[in-house]
């Protein structure tokens, strides 16, 4: 798996990604023209500031009243002949689905793009289970294919080339494919298709899910998640807690804004809304219908610091505009979140240790506020996030005794005055031509690829005296 | 696993440890669906023709087909033409009552064979259909809603009208008259609303399907490639004498 | 006007110490447009780098530091976005608790300007007088931008000069990789930011980059520099000057790189 590089220091992971020129061109090309469709969507869409503002207040509201909420969705899901299931644990909602399928002997699941069952690492378990998993996405199944996980929330495979696509297929299909996305495309709808009706059970996420109705809602671009929730006979929809939304008016304002967001559509070619399992006199629907509701660290932040960070759609416009995830990709973070917003995502599931390097792996440049739909306002949770790990004696002691120590010579100006003479003098061997080229230590961090300027001999405190 | 009551009491208790970030509340459904619903139908008696104006040029954006026809006649004609230039001999449809038209005296008297949706949902003639719609080339349907805005076709499931038709074949077509348009996003919500309550007591079809163009991805290199899932072609018939 | 406007600067500690000649324009700027200005002299530092690097309560000491020293200050103009935003977004949050100095870091955050804004939004400010000639791009600091809402009034500013034209920078709101410690902690992925910020700041063919941030400043001139670009980055009040003041001359870069700015750059 290319997750084995999680195994490094995030530093590590982001530099094999600094030297990979293909990933670097395709990440720019990518987010690019992500950021200018998105930009030029809400351009010719006057109303979508004001539609910004009420998602994100519906997503408060919802969270403000989340029980009552998960409670109406189950009810009326089971209403509808559906089966609802409470996984407080991403081991119980995997152990949900594997029983199922144990149950139901089933020898193949299809499934639709969801960034649930990756944080579950629901593939790996379904294959040891004897059961078949496939990806339908495109992207997903490129990266299936070739044993690796998705880099992006809404672009998966954006880190291949279509030579190494082409290769993929090639192998799956025993025979020699040209590197055309056309082409392999058209290879990729022949054999999902016969999967699509052969697989005894869909697997699919949930965008959202509206209580009043009981509907799971999923949107796609390329019909899978149409298939994968009519053609087999059981459908199981795995979603966090946080996916509620109150009613069928909340859906429109979300809809309204997150392929806009995302891609820059509209709407996405396929908007699919699921209630049930069929209905009495349906020609075609599974016979069943499975709801896991996943918590899995996500109540503990209801009235926690990264609550706001519940309000997240996975559009993926944060990846897009962030000056680092730009620069790194999404496998170099080494979980199933990347991006600004998978910085808190990890954080959330997986507790504060998980981000102990990534927490830094942003300079704070508020982009990533700027375009999310609902206004996460991510840099905030960022810095919370650093609070806590000096808190809690994460970050190290070291770190931690520079920075009260640099605390204490601001807030007093004549040890201050002193350090900066000092500093003055310090330097001094290091001055070549009025820049510092070559600085040991910490400062090397710096200086081995930017100039630095010296300590000026005359600091502005001193110049204003003449000043006066 | 937790049981149902153990899980929402943790989450409850959560929920009360803090007043929220800010006061705020959901949007507000309308109050009386079946009249909001009526007025949006009044609405829509008047502005229909802009309406549609505004969903053709949508639907083409996204790379729909657009096809105006001035009754039953017309429609027949549009489809034996498709199925001419793809060379298909066989088309699935939607139920006649469902489609509000019936396809096949005009087109089974050109060599087409039709296999209609069965209007319920007995084993055998469920098997019948879903083999039909695996090897189909082309699908018809009717349309809920076309939605203007976005240029989205808006397709309810029930008995007779199943959503593979919409789905499998390489091409998709869409039959709708005036009292299908809508124009935004929002009336849309008010429907669905007023469906809600309408279902809630008849308790038809499981699946509401947008439609916006025909199945695309750019998963490799950014390219767009259509018809990777769903249909290639997606068009979009404009009934006048409905 | 019935009395001279006063202000007091909180030069921030990049250009206290590293540029100094920054300080140095704007009290002859501000001067030349009848602002009498002081320096109040135990300021050191915002405290920006310690909150967010998550030392908030280190932050917070360095708040109840500096309020005090700006109570008696008509208005407070710093030259950098990101320390204006400290001042103005978090001091009053960080000190909220504070009985006794929670108010005065509400009315500091009230009193304090950024640089371009003072110019443009209090003293009302358009059209100012520079010693450059040639062409000049724009680079928008993150906290400026986007923590203030602030992208005009340096534009406003720069398009008024006479002799200058202002070309717009392609990804201008685009981080210039800088982020504080972010540019140590993770030096390679700065740089690879950077990278992508001068090559677009080259496309411009522009003599001179703007910005209103020392932080942005050190990082831009620090790449430009080490790869012998002639193209210079300066802070904005080193482009300006007024009527009533002496033309403070953009210190020349101090190596060989100076030669083949010389040509764009020098002053009138």
């Known amino acids: ?468 | 696993m937790a049981t149902r009551a153990e899980f929402l009491e943790r989450i409850r208790r959560e929920v009360r440890r803090t007043p929220g970030l800010f006061p705020a509340s959901a949007a507000e459904r309308p109050p009386r669906p079946a009249e909001a619903r009526a007025a949006v139908r009044r609405q829509m008696a008047e502005r229909w023709p802009e309406a549609l104006e505004r969903f053709r040029q949508e639907f083409e954006r996204v790379n729909g087909l657009f096809h105006r026809a001035a009754g039953l006649e017309e429609v027949a004609g549009v489809i034996r033409d498709l199925a001419r230039e793809k060379d298909a001999h066989e088309l699935i449809t939607w139920a006649s009552a469902e489609l509000g038209l019936d396809l096949r005296g005009s087109l089974e008297s050109q060599g087409l064979s039709i296999v209609a949706a069965p209007a319920d949902g007995r084993d055998d003639a469920r098997g019948r259909y879903r083999e039909a719609a695996a090897r189909a080339p082309i699908g018809v349907t009717g349309a809920d809603f076309a939605l203007a805005e976005t240029g989205t076709l808006i397709l309810l499931s029930g008995p007779g009208r199943p959503h593979s038709t919409s789905l499998l074949p390489d091409t998709h077509v869409a039959i709708f008259g005036k009292d299908r348009l809508l124009e935004t996003l929002e009336q849309v919500g008010i429907m669905l609303e007023a469906l809600h309550l309408d279902a809630a007591r008849s308790m038809s079809g499981s699946v509401v399907s947008f439609i916006t163009g025909p199945s695309r991805t750019a998963d490799i290199e950014l390219t767009l490639t259509r018809g990777v899932h769903g249909p290639k072609e997606v068009h979009a018939i404009f009934v006048e004498a409905r | 006007m019935t009395h001279p406007i006063r202000a007091s600067l909180l030069v921030t500690c990049l250009v206290d110490l590293f540029y100094p000649e920054v300080g140095v324009a704007m009290v002859t700027l501000l001067r030349g447009l009848g602002v009498t200005v002081d320096f109040p002299p135990s300021q050191t530092c915002c405290g920006l780098p310690l909150f967010n690097s998550g030392y908030q309560d280190e932050a917070a000491r360095v708040a109840r530091h500096v309020v005090p020293i700006f109570s008696a200050s008509e208005h407070v103009v710093v030259p950098s976005g990101s320390c204006a935003w400290m001042i103005k977004k978090e001091y009053p949050g960080l000190l909220r608790d504070d009985p006794a100095l929670g108010k005065d870091a509400e009315a500091l955050a009230d009193r304090t300007h950024e640089l371009s804004q003072f110019l443009v939004k209090v003293l009302g400010v358009t059209h100012v007088k520079t010693a450059f000639r040639g062409r000049v791009t724009y680079h928008d600091s993150c906290h400026l931008l986007r923590g203030l809402g602030e992208s005009q009034s340096s534009r406003t500013l720069l398009s008024n000069l006479e002799g200058v034209e202002l070309v717009e920078l392609p990804g201008a709101d685009e981080c210039c990789g800088f982020g504080g410690s972010f540019s140590v902690r993770l030096p390679e992925v700065s740089t690879s930011i950077l990278g992508k910020k001068i090559a677009n700041i080259e496309k411009t063919g522009a003599g001179c980059v703007v910005a209103c941030d020392a932080g942005c400043l050190m990082q831009m001139s620090g790449g430009l520099s080490r790869k012998g670009s002639p193209v210079r980055a300066l802070h904005l009040a080193q482009l300006l000057y007024s009527e009533g003041g002496s033309a403070p001359l953009p210190t020349p870069p101090p190596e060989a790189s100076a030669g083949k700015a010389g040509g764009r750059t020098r002053a009138a």
């Open chain 1, 1 to 468: 798996m290319s997750n084995q590089a999680s195994t490094k220091p995030f530093a590590e992971r982001a530099a094999v990604a600094l030297r990979d020129t293909f990933l670097q061109e395709a990440l720019t090309i990518a987010t690019t023209k992500f950021i200018g469709l998105r930009k030029d969507s809400f351009a010719g869409f006057p109303q979508g500031e004001a539609l910004r503002d009420r998602a994100r207040a519906i997503k408060e509201a919802t969270l403000q009243r989340l029980d009552d909420y998960l409670e109406r969705l189950a009810d009326n899901v089971e209403r509808l002949g559906g089966h609802v299931h409470w996984a407080t644990t991403g081991d119980e909602a995997r152990e949900t689905i594997l029983r199922l399928c144990r149950d139901r002997r089933v020898k193949m699941a299809v499934k639709s793009k969801s960034m649930a069952t990756e944080e579950i690492e629901l593939n790996d378990a379904l294959e040891q289970a004897g059961v078949v998993p496939v990806e339908t996405d495109l992207g997903e199944y490129i990266i299936q294919l070739a044993h690796e996980k998705p880099s992006h929330i809404i672009a998966p495979a954006i880190h291949k080339t279509k030579g190494q696509v082409a290769d993929l297929f090639s192998r799956e299909v025993g025979q020699r494919l040209p590197a055309d996305p056309e082409v392999l495309t058209a290879v990729a709808r022949k054999e999902l298709r016969q999967k699509f009706l052969q697989a005894d059970m869909g697997i699919t996420g949930a965008n959202f899910a509206v209580a009043d109705t009981g509907t799971i809602v999923l949107v796609t671009n390329e019909g899978n998640g149409r298939m994968v929730t009519s053609l087999p006979r059981i459908h199981v929809a795995v979603m966090g807690i946080e996916k509620v939304i109150p009613s069928m008016t909340d859906l429109m304002v979300f809809l309204a804004i997150l392929a806009r967001s995302a891609t820059g559509q509209k709407l996405s070619v396929y908007t699919t809304l699921v209630r049930g399992p069929r209905q009495a006199r349906e020609v075609e629907g599974p016979e069943e219908f499975h709801l896991i509701l996943m918590d899995n660290g996500r109540s503990r932040q209801i009235a926690g610091e990264l609550r706001e960070a519940l309000y997240c759609l996975r559009c993926g416009a944060c990846l897009n505009v962030c000056p680092v995830y730009r620069q790194i990709g999404g496998h170099a973070y080494g979980h199933t979140y990347p991006g600004p917003i998978g910085i808190l995502l990890t954080a959330m599931l997986k507790g504060d240790r998980a981000v102990k390097e990534l927490a830094h792996a942003s300079s704070l440049c508020g982009a990533c506020h700027e375009v999310c739909p609902v206004r996460i306002d991510i840099p905030r949770m960022l810095i919370e996030l650093r609070h806590r790990l000096d808190r809690e004696r994460i970050a190290p002691l070291a770190e931690r005794l520079v920075f009260k120590t640099f605390r204490r010579l601001l807030t007093s100006p004549a040890l201050f005055r002193l350090s900066v003479a000092l500093g003055r003098v310090a330097q001094r061997p290091f001055v070549r031509n009025g820049r510092l080229r070559s600085l040991p230590l910490v400062f090397a961090k710096w200086t081995r690829t930017r100039d630095l300027p010296p300590v000026a001999t005359q600091t502005f405190t001193q110049r204003w005296k003449g000043l006066r």
